[in-house]
């Protein structure tokens, strides 16, 4: 079967073209995931639609005001080398950074891991946590969905017929806040993820309250997880180890009973708990300006390969 091929150069035209050919329709930029989808006939399409050429898909940049926007085309070799990413969203420059191949780095986009693996994805959920909108164009003009309402389903976003994603904008970070990012390895460098924890806090001025909070699991769920659970306990508390406590044991309950071929119930919901007692850590110690994310950094504890550029465990009683 032929598939094919177009490139537009604008908004207008790819919406068009979205509208005219219907769900069978492949939107690509890097390629790293769909190319290699449409070779193993794991994705039928009847056109591929490049959206290269599109400027706006292609913009990155930062304003003391207004805040970062990635354009949904942008490779993440330009995310972990922009300077204002790094110093204002040094958790997102992180989650860059564990894309350890150089060729999948520079073609892989932001775009693609929104659109396509909500449960393996490792930007999702620190895009959750740092309160990102996802900015969506259709027939009906422009709208602004929050990340952790694009997906409605697993296979199954909430982008209507002939709708596209743009680009993600994530607003100024808060004075006093911190955010943090741990993936979970069980095993050695070729085993699946299965369970990453993002987490985000804003204190107030003399860093004796929470102004505001967010845990999100991914690989936990089909789709990733807001815990909005744990942000109401979190809200309004001074940072103390009872607190902290707390969130750790909301986090349990929530990941309870999911379960895969990586690790049972029991077993994932305690380290679900662990990761996002050691995420909040350290959201909290960059909130107080005392540490910055790093691949060689842990506040919790975790035994961190720089060589492999991944959290695992080693010990702990979780193998």
Request: glycine content about 8%; some cysteine.
């Amino acid at each position: 079967m032929e598939i094919e091929y177009q490139a537009p150069a604008s908004l207008k035209e790819t919406v068009a073209l979205l509208a005219e050919k219907g769900e069978r329709t492949c939107l690509i930029a890097g390629g790293s995931d769909l190319l290699v989808w449409l070779y193993q006939g794991l994705l039928e399409a009847d056109v591929v639609v490049d959206v290269q050429r599109i400027p706006e898909l292609s913009v990155l940049q930062f304003s003391p005001t207004d805040g970062l926007t990635i354009g949904a085309a942008v490779p993440w070799c330009r995310v972990c080398e922009h300077p204002q990413v790094a110093a204002f969203y040094p958790c997102l420059s992180l989650v860059a950074r564990l894309i350890r191949s150089i060729p999948v780095k520079g073609r892989a986009t932001l775009g693609s891991n929104l659109c396509t693996t909500p449960a393996s994805s490792d930007a999702i959920p620190a895009l959750i946590a740092l309160e990102a909108t996802c900015n969506i164009a259709g027939p009906q003009g422009q709208r602004a969905v929050p990340v952790e309402q694009l997906w409605a389903m697993p296979g199954q976003t909430t982008l209507g017929r002939g709708e596209m994603l743009v680009s993600v904008h994530l607003p100024v970070p808060r004075p006093h806040s911190g955010a943090w990012y741990i993936p979970f390895y069980p095993g050695d460098e070729t085993d699946m993820i299965y369970v990453r924890v993002a987490a985000s806090l804003a204190l107030n001025d003399d860093d004796g309250e929470i102004l505001a909070a967010r845990v999100v699991l991914g690989a936990a769920a089909p789709t990733p997880l807001l815990l909005n659970t744990v942000s109401a306990v979190l809200v309004g508390q001074a940072p103390s180890e009872p607190v902290l406590d707390t969130a750790a044991a909301l986090a349990r309950v929530a990941t309870w009973p999911t379960k895969d071929a990586h690790g049972n119930a029991v077993q994932r919901a305690q380290v679900a708990g662990l990761l996002t007692r050691r995420a909040l850590c350290g959201a909290l110690l960059q909130a107080k300006r005392e540490i910055q994310p790093a691949l060689h950094q842990d506040p919790g504890g975790l035994t961190v390969s720089t060589k492999e550029s991944r959290y695992r465990f080693e010990g702990n009683g979780v193998q």
